[in-house]
């Protein structure tokens, strides 16, 4: 499980930036980061842009990323709670195809 939330997170990070990018958020473009993708999106859906659930789901994901890559803290992640995350993940690369195209 530690390599797919790892990657799920890279997935969802790749989608928001694809959304940011649209966007033309030159910050970004200019020297991106995942401390700074995040805090963006974040305030991008506090003000009522997009579902509630991707803000959640990427930082969610970022947590999990850091135990799941760099090994530091006990990792846990059931199977139930994977299928989830992979369907919110799913549903925000439709949205972000919808967005781009």
Known sequence: M????????S???????SQL??????????KPTH???QKKYNDFINIG????????ILN????????ARYHKQSFKLNLEDAKV???VVDDLGEHTRRVII
């Open 35 to 37: 401390a700074w993708t």
């Open 21 to 30: 990018f649209v966007m033309s958020e030159y910050e970004y473009v200019r």
């Open 85 to 87: 995350m992979l369907e």
């Open 2 to 9: 530690r390599v797919f939330s790892d990657n799920l997170f």
């Open 11 to 17: 997935a969802a990070e790749l989608f928001i930036t």
């Open 49 to 56: 842009n997009y579902k509630e659930e991707y803000k959640k």
């Open 60 to 67: 969610k994901l970022s947590g999990l990323r850091n135990h």
